[in-house]
């Protein structure tokens, strides 16, 4: 028992400096955030496959493409849609890039498509030579804090969410992720992972976001 | 029961403590004296597995560390940084120029003739974009602080 008083003690001393350390610097709310991102980040690399039943709806967004075109997951009805949130100052980021390029080129007669949404705080300004830079043809969007939310809080990246046919989300990748992963999950909704339940027509509503922390939390 | 909350939330602060990537080391009050110019050395503390982009990145998209220092009785004049390391990592196929570990940032200051003796605090903020080799933090800005007394 004097052990466990003596440890207590020297835990309130250890834990008094580095919360007044903490106070000196930022705000809890700054420091919670970016608590979010270290855990995010030391998640292990490749999620796998959700069952079909596990899944959850993709929260429903609109965002404009470069030419301000809306762009929202209506439009990729039926589609498995591989979703990926990066920013131009992410260097793991720019690595899965080209996959997604090769991946879209290969599979969009199948039924499969990427969109891709930029975080950069200079949205097009830094995101438009980038893309041109890099020859990206897929769809891109200018993405915002709102939509992060939508998705669970995007607080590192690169995050990709893999999206079946239904509009539900089949994987969530938290940093990068080797080529073959997304080349055996783009194999796997496009050759399957239909949903039993065929009374859930609304696939795309916004009934997804409140329900996305209890998957990622899965 | 008072103890144990206060342990509760001390604990809490602790883990909230651990969580920025970047954050300013111990930092030893500075002596100048009044119309002088004096060094100033700020340490940085960065948390293992991380690393941050230098000063000079080699890609013009990715962010530099930048930092700067509010205005006051102490002016800065310039800021020097270490020399950065050049990194590879499984991320990328070229060299990254980085700081890693615990660093240094040097600030030169010259003190207001017409500033009084006595203790004083200079305020800067230093912005950053940290990566691990796995993802990479949005750009965060942290603020930094350091002691001065000042002297006749």
Same mark, same amino acid.
């Given at each position: 028992m004097p052990t466990l008083h003596i440890l207590s003690r020297i835990a309130v001393a250890v834990s008094l400096g580095a919360a007044?350390? =903490?106070?000196? #610097?930022?705000?809890?709310?700054?420091?919670?955030?970016?608590?979010?991102?270290?855990? =995010?980040?030391?998640?292990?690399?490749?999620?796998?496959?959700?069952?079909? =039943?596990?899944? !959850?709806?993709?929260?429903?967004?609109?965002?404009?493409?470069?030419?301000?075109?809306?762009?929202?997951? =209506?439009?990729?009805?039926?589609?498995?849609?591989?979703?990926?949130?990066?920013?131009?100052?992410?260097?793991?980021?720019?690595?899965?890039?080209?996959?997604? +390029?090769?991946?879209?080129?290969?599979?969009?007669? !199948? %039924?499969?498509?990427?969109? %891709?949404? *930029?975080?950069?705080?200079?949205?097009?300004?830094?995101?438009?030579?980038?893309?041109?830079?890099?020859?990206? *043809?897929?769809?891109? &969007?200018?993405?915002?804090?709102? &939509?992060g939310t939508l998705y669970g809080g995007i607080?590192?990246?690169?995050?990709?969410?893999?999206?079946?046919? !239904?509009?539900?989300?089949? *994987?969530?990748?938290?940093?990068?992720? #080797?080529?073959?992963?997304? +080349?055996?999950?783009?194999d796997e909704l496009l050759s399957g992972g239909i949903v039993e339940d065929k009374k859930d027509a609304s696939l795309f509503d916004t009934g997804g976001a409140s329900q996305l922390a209890f998957f990622r939390a899965k | 029961m008072l103890r144990c909350l206060t342990l509760v939330v001390l604990a809490s602060s602790l883990s909230f403590a651990q969580s920025k990537a970047l954050v300013q080391g111990r930092t030893e009050t500075v002596k100048a004296k009044i119309g002088s110019t004096v060094e100033v050395k700020v340490p940085f503390e960065l948390r293992e597995g991380f690393h941050v982009n230098s000063n000079t990145p080699l890609d013009k998209t990715l962010i530099p560390l930048k930092m700067t220092w509010k205005d006051g009785i102490l002016g800065a004049q310039a800021v020097t940084f270490p020399k950065p390391v050049m990194g590879k990592y499984k991320f990328s196929k070229d060299v990254l120029s980085v700081f890693t570990g615990n660093f240094e940032v040097t600030t030169k200051f010259k003190v207001a003739p017409t500033a009084p003796p006595g203790p004083t605090a200079v305020n800067g903020e230093v912005r950053y974009q940290a990566c691990n080799d796995n993802g990479c933090q949005f750009p965060t800005t942290v603020k930094v602080v350091v002691q001065v007394m000042l002297v006749n």
């Open positions: 007044l350390t =903490a106070c000196s #610097s930022s705000s809890p709310d700054e420091l919670a955030k970016s608590q979010k991102a270290v855990d =995010a980040m030391k998640q292990p690399l490749e999620d796998k496959i959700k069952p079909v =039943a596990e899944r !959850q709806k993709a929260p429903a967004f609109e965002l404009k493409d470069a030419t301000g075109v809306p762009v929202t997951l =209506a439009l990729y009805k039926d589609k498995v849609v591989l979703l990926n949130f990066w920013a131009t100052w992410c260097v793991p980021c720019k690595a899965e890039l080209p996959w997604f +390029q090769e991946f879209e080129s290969k599979y969009k007669d !199948q %039924g499969f498509a990427v969109v %891709g949404i *930029s975080m950069d705080e200079d949205g097009w300004k830094a995101v438009k030579p980038f893309i041109e830079e890099h020859k990206l *043809s897929y769809r891109m &969007v200018v993405g915002n804090e709102r &939509v607080d590192s990246l690169p995050q990709t969410f893999m999206i079946d046919r !239904q509009g539900k989300i089949a *994987s969530i990748h938290t940093g990068l992720v #080797s080529k073959a992963t997304y +080349q055996k999950e783009i | -």
